[in-house]
């Protein structure tokens, strides 16, 4: 399983000034990759090479940093086809898709580039890396991080890092192969059902309202509109400082219920039963005021929490349809829109079970996912004789 590992990068003046004209330098010539890439029809990354490796090498980029460069613009481009023909980027003659093919991808100054362990190394017990600038190799730059964080960084790394700037810090991201725990034979799964009051709610009883993140983004939003009237050079500062904090706010509470969710399956011995809400976003229709609550909530990413804490616990995860899991009954499994009064209240036409609603539909995803798992397993039949 990998997972990437982020440390902060202390590095002297010198250190800095070198390593943000080593940025702006690559990522100017990346765009002038991207360039030549547009003008030939975008072809593959040995063809690419061809036509921009001597160049590179000429601006004064060593032989791995140039190959990054390369495959950096190449990997831009998948991207883009990737989302063209996925259609995330509008339907064939859409405003945002022809702005998208009618022009190279560009790089910022400060976006991010790739090392290799040929143009950087670790140095743990010190705390600092040896790391390729256009101004020379620099050695003992400092970093920092979390210790559970460097604990994985020395044990578990392998493969590429990247270095990134962000409000003039600099940052490592690096990658970490990390073992998967064998997984337990579950005893009964615990259901996790998602949504925008309650952001998750588990079978166990759990609930993790989704109340006061809410207002942090109602606020979030009025503070954005107030900005973003002014259309000054600070006010757009402002406004790229207060996405990524909230972005930050977002994922620290996810991975706080995410958290919270595996450790009791794991202290319970029970397996995870999760819904599969890929293409929520498409699939449903709200009014206008609901948009922003719905396209502003990461589903995908605390989806992901839970599964890469899943793997690490060794805790069995599995998928479920989600259909009709808000208006069945956990209880008796009648089936009725009327059964769901309102958002929190489930009351059974067939049997007068009165529930929570989203305790409710998360015990139907716990026995959805153990119906999962048991038509999955491998047969315990004694072999016929």
């Known amino acids: 399983m990998k997972i990437v590992v982020q440390v902060k990068l202390m590095p002297e003046a010198e250190q800095a000034a070198a390593l943000r004209s080593t940025l702006r330098t690559v990522n100017d010539l990346a765009c002038w990759v991207s360039q030549v890439a547009f003008a030939r029809g975008v072809p593959r990354e040995y063809e690419l090479r061809k036509h921009t490796y ?43 898709r022809v702005r998208a093919e009618s ?20 140095q743990y017990d010190q705390q600092t890396v040896s790391i390729w600038t256009t101004s020379g190799r620099l050695k003992n730059v400092r970093f920092v991080g979390y210790c559970d964080a460097l604990k994985t960084l020395q044990q578990y790394r392998k493969g590429e890092s990247d270095l990134i700037e962000r409000d003039g810090v600099f940052y490592l991201v690096a990658t970490c192969e990390v ?44 503070l954005r509109r107030k900005l973003q009237k002014k259309r000054t050079k600070s006010a757009k500062r402002r406004l790229k400082a207060r996405a990524r904090k909230e972005a930050r706010h977002a994922a620290n509470t996810n991975h706080i219920i995410s958290k919270t969710i595996v450790t009791e399956a794991e202290r319970t011995g029970r397996g995870l039963s999760l819904e599969e809400l890929k293409g929520i976003r498409t699939r449903v229709r709200l009014r206008k005021p609901q948009r922003v609550a719905l396209h502003s909530w990461a589903f995908s990413q605390l989806g992901d929490f839970i599964v890469y804490k899943a793997k690490r616990a060794g805790v ?20 009725d829109k009327r059964n769901r009064v309102d958002q929190g209240l489930f009351i059974c036409r067939g049997c007068g079970v009165v529930a929570h609603a989203d305790r409710n539909a998360s015990h139907n995803i716990a026995q959805r996912g153990e119906n999962v798992w048991n038509a999955g397993r491998e047969s315990r039949v004694p072999a016929t004789p």
């Not at 001597?54 to 481009?77: E, F, P, T």
């Not at 022009?103 to 670790?122: G, H, M, N, T, V």
């Not at 009964?188 to 109340?211: E, H, K």
Request: net charge positive; glycine share 8%.
């Open 179 to 222: 073992p998967e725990a064998e997984a337990y034979e579950p005893d009964g799964f615990i259901g996790v059902d998602l949504g925008i009051v309650n952001i998750a709610t588990a079978s166990t009883g759990y609930m993790a309202a989704g109340r006061g993140l809410n207002r942090y983004r109602k606020r979030q939003l009025d």
């Open 54 to 96: 001597l160049h590179l090498k000429a601006q004064g980029l060593g032989a791995q940093a140039a190959q990054h460069v390369i495959k950096k613009v190449r990997d831009g481009y998948t991207t883009l086809h990737a989302n063209l023909r996925a259609g995330n980027l509008g339907k064939s003659k859409s405003r945002r």
């Open 316 to 335: 069995p995860l599995v998928y479920v349809d989600p259909a009709y899991t808000s208006q069945t009954c956990c209880e008796c499994r009648h089936i």
């Open 103 to 122: 022009k190279p991808i560009a790089f910022r100054p400060e976006a991010a580039q790739p090392y290799d362990d040929r143009c950087l190394s670790w």
